[in-house]
Nanobody
């Protein structure tokens, strides 16, 4: 069964915006941190943004000031608002969720973001 469902990826021109969403199954509760990673062709997966259960956020330097991560605990979702997109943002974006006292890790299936110049 799919426990993290991502949406919002697509093709956009440089300077445009996209909003990614990741919905966690209700079978995943007591969620700790939620975040986003990305993997570009020929590169390793890298950290993009994270938000804690208390609402504290962290961003990779490459996206700081352009991306905003948020969460909706009532809907068990995490979002990533991506503004001023650049071609180098092109990648598959993966949602990551940790939950429970053992901090179990769940990964989304990935959603493609393509930014054209």
């Amino acid at each position: 069964q799919v426990q993290l469902v991502e949406s919002g990826g697509g093709l956009v021109q440089a300077g445009g915006s996209l909003r990614l969403s990741c919905a966690a199954s209700r079978t995943i509760f007591s969620i700790n941190d939620m975040g986003w990673y990305r993997q570009a062709p020929g590169k390793q997966r890298e950290f993009v943004a994270r938000i804690t259960s208390g609402g504290s956020t962290n961003y990779a330097d490459s996206v700081k000031g352009r991306f905003t991560i948020s969460r909706d605990n009532a809907k068990n979702t995490v979002n990533l608002q991506m503004n001023s997109l650049k071609p180098e943002d092109t990648a598959v974006y993966y949602c990551k969720v940790t939950n429970g006292p053992s901090w179990t890790v769940y990964w989304g299936q990935g959603t493609q973001v393509t930014v054209s110049s």
